[in-house]
């Protein structure tokens, strides 16, 4: 345990731990108040951090997972089978009867997955199975622009427009010892909003209606915001939801399964780096950090950050020591909050990432204070799909600490080669 004041090794990823909890708090409060009846799923492709895990797993939340892999995490962390949400195209055979054998939720995804089911049932005539099954439908047509998919289809789960879904509810129907009880319906949307949401809850209306499904859940998937400035968060989502759901379920018979990832943890979440190096190549000034864009834009889609700087104190003689820490603090949103104003202003500083390739670019600091040796880039709402998602290129995962109040906890170590070479066989 170390404090805050301490200036750790960067680069490292740090995890507010009250920020965390207001969040899992705001998301149980506007649950409990508007469906009575929910059950979280917490996504491990978005952030699988086995202290996260647990943390989730303490209060109560189910492990939403889509490999093998992630099941097997899952079941490493302690989780039961039947605390398990098994969704995905990408199930294990094994897994998947495991899950359905011990009572979890499985989300059926595909034609392959029913035959492992019909096998499965087949084996045990005389026990009652529950299954759920995704739904992929138009969610483009009902919010224009704001999904993922856009005009082209989404490629997961059962197609209610071309008559898939209704195909593989009559066979399951089919099945003696076998209830439709569940229905899925994540869907990724750029927008997040508030309106896809409607939507979605009014697609189970239509499929429960249509279909005559008598379900004992509706899982409305994951893909929301949180700790967005002026985004939706929890509050905004599930009033809509509930007065939508309210048209066919009630929360009596029907348990409401959310799947949150990001919205849990980007708030919470940030990357710390710092500049190593500062070159000018004809007439342009590189920036070199210690963090990369492979750390938290691994699939290279970000066009800006939310960050704020540390300016080193010991630039010159007039940025005096004013801080404890050895920094001084100063947003690009906020004015400086002290004396760092013997820096020259610098038009553009493309601040750039420690690997050996030309993309690894993360932003240009246009009109800013010189950044030296030192200095400290500091990344925010970087929670979702990085740690979970960064390469073990050139250099290994980084720590993560966990802050609360003052003191931060390591929990994770830096990758070494330890653990890079581990499983590995080679010939001294
Ligand atoms: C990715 C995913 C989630 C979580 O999505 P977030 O955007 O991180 O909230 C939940 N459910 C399923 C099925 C997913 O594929």
Not at 47 to 75: M, Q, T
Not at 274 to 296: A, C, L, P, Q, W
Request: glycine share 8%; hydrophobic share 35%; with cysteine.
């Amino acid at each position: 345990m170390t404090t805050d004041t301490e200036q750790l090794q960067t680069p490292y990823f740090v995890i507010d731990e009250p920020i965390l909890q207001r969040y899992y708090d705001m998301l149980v409060e506007s649950l409990s108040s508007n469906w009575n009846n929910y059950l979280i799923g917490y996504s491990f492709k978005t952030n699988s951090l086995p202290w996260l895990v647990s943390y989730v797993k303490k209060r109560g939340a189910y492990a939403e997972v889509v490999s093998e892999d992630e099941y097997s995490l899952a079941k490493y962390m302690g989780y039961r089978n039947d605390e398990i949400i098994y969704n995905g195209p990408y199930k294990g055979q094994q897994s998947f009867c495991d899950v359905l054998l011990a009572g979890g939720v499985v989300n059926l995804d595909s034609m392959q997955e029913i035959r492992w089911l019909t096998n499965l049932v087949n084996l045990h005539p005389d026990k009652p199975f529950e299954v759920g099954i995704r739904a992929n439908f138009n969610l483009e047509q009902m919010c224009p622009g704001e999904t993922t998919m856009g005009e082209v289809s989404g490629r997961f789960g059962f197609c209610y427009e071309t008559g898939k879904f209704a195909e593989a509810l009559k066979i399951l129907r089919s099945l003696s010892n076998v209830s439709v009880t569940g229905l899925h319906l994540h869907s990724s949307s750029k927008s997040r909003s508030v309106n896809i949401f409607r939507s979605i809850a009014r697609m189970a209306c239509q499929l429960k209606t249509e279909f005559d499904l008598n379900l004992k859940y509706v899982d409305l998937g994951g893909g929301y915001c949180g700790g967005m400035e002026g985004r939706p968060e929890y509050p905004d989502y599930f009033p809509v939801v509930a007065e939508e759901l309210r048209e066919c379920f009630t929360p009596e018979e029907t348990m409401l399964i959310v799947e949150p990832g990001i919205s849990l943890i980007s708030k919470c979440t940030a990357f710390v780096t710092s500049v190593f190096d500062t070159r000018d190549i004809k007439g342009t000034r590189y920036v070199m950090t210690d963090g990369s864009r492979f750390n938290i834009d691994p699939t290279m889609i970000k066009s800006s950050h939310l960050f704020h700087v540390e300016y080193t104190t010991n630039y010159g003689e007039s940025c005096a020591d004013n801080d404890e820490s050895g920094v001084s603090s100063r947003s690009v949103f906020g004015s400086a909050q002290n004396n760092c104003d013997s820096r020259p202003d610098i038009s553009q500083q493309i601040i750039s990432g420690f690997t050996c390739m030309e993309v690894d670019r993360l932003f240009t600091y246009k009109d800013q204070p010189e950044l030296i040796p030192g200095d400290r880039i500091i990344y925010e709402n970087v929670g979702g799909y990085t740690m979970s998602l960064n390469p073990l290129f050139i250099q290994y995962f980084p720590a993560v600490y966990v802050k609360n109040g003052d003191e931060m906890r390591m929990v994770r170590k830096k990758w070494t080669p330890a653990e890079y070479v581990q499983g590995s066989e080679w010939e001294m």
